[in-house]
């Protein structure tokens, strides 16, 4: 236990000292928007972008940013551990190298957008260990149900300390003839989280994935401003967003406590999918590629681990 409680501090170290994307803005502090595309530009981008528009911006505001725009390389020269503008472990593990990866397949498959879908799919593979111990809990969790509601119903009316401490290890027994692990899943997120924080911080922070197009859509265009300009793909794209957004919820959520956590857990995913539905009108498109992309793969994933359990 004592392991786990400092790979959970160690984790959370990492991602929040270091790394957060932080936004282009005015003498004001008023943040910089590219009105063509409708995108908050980010300021502490690890290299410079080529597009002539967005590079005028970048030289305009370039005295409020983290590292100056002349001391960023060029993203196609970005090295693998590029880190003499930026400090911080994070950076340096995670984020610099991630986005390394998308941009040297984006060289090689000439798209960025095909890049980000690509990288995304095989972060999920090289967790899908984690993801599969996960979903695995899940479904003991489910098989375990019934005998944690009989045990509820049991001590429902007893409420002193011996009761309590009965029913805590006959929990405990459940949970160990189904092969459940309570704090399990916890550290499986913790282990997973950064990567995925690194993920995105990779996309936000390399301009060069914005200037491209893939198919219709402009990568660095959000869909309201997509939607605006007349192409109506972008609606589409968030109803796909919201798809597989329910699903990746629906299957992840299911039968994973008893019924008041139940009824919890159901307006959480309500709440959640109104949430994403309406910030998906402000994602980046490669951003929305790469959730759902990744949301896709993970619902296929469930239902493959779902139906040989049983």
Not at 91 to 104: E, G
Not at 112 to 128: C, H, N, T
Not at 213 to 240: E, H
Request: with cysteine; aromatic share 12%.
């Amino acid at each position: 236990m004592k392991i786990k409680k400092i790979l959970v501090l160690l984790v959370l170290f990492l991602t929040l000292t270091t790394g957060c994307t932080k936004y282009l803005t005015d003498d004001d502090n008023k943040r910089i928007i590219n009105e063509s595309t409708g995108q908050n530009l980010t300021s502490n981008i690890i290299c410079k972008p080529t597009e002539k528009e967005l590079l005028k911006i970048y030289e305009k505001y370039s005295d409020n940013m983290e590292v100056k725009l002349k001391d960023l390389p060029y993203c196609k020269d970005l090295k693998v551990f590029s880190t003499k503008n930026y400090s911080g472990l994070w950076v340096y593990f995670f984020v610099t190298p991630i986005a390394w990866l998308i941009v040297k397949l984006g060289l090689l498959v000439k798209n960025y957008g095909i890049s980000v879908m690509l990288i995304g799919l095989a972060l999920r593979i090289v967790l899908m260990p984690f993801t599969l111990k996960t979903i695995k809990q899940s479904e003991n969790m489910k098989k375990a149900q019934p005998e944690l509601d009989r045990l509820e119903r049991k001590y429902r009316d007893k409420t002193d300390s011996n009761s309590m401490m009965q029913k805590s290890q006959e929990t405990m027994l459940i949970y160990k003839k189904y092969n459940i692990n309570p704090v399990g899943g916890c550290l499986v997120s913790f282990i997973q989280l950064p990567l995925f924080f690194a993920f995105l911080e990779a996309i936000n922070r390399v301009p060069a994935i914005f200037e491209e197009n893939l198919f219709t859509l402009q990568l660095g265009t959000t869909p309201l401003i997509g939607i605006k300009s007349g192409n109506y793909w972008y609606i589409l794209l968030i109803i796909i967003i919201i798809i597989t957004t329910y699903f990746s919820f629906k299957f992840s959520m299911a039968n994973t406590g008893n019924s008041e956590q139940q009824q919890q857990m159901q307006f959480m995913t309500k709440f959640m999918l109104v949430f994403i539905s309406i910030a998906s009108l402000s994602l980046p498109t490669a951003i929305a590629l790469y959730w759902v992309v990744t949301n896709g793969f993970s619902v296929i994933q469930t239902l493959i681990v779902k139906k040989r359990s049983k």
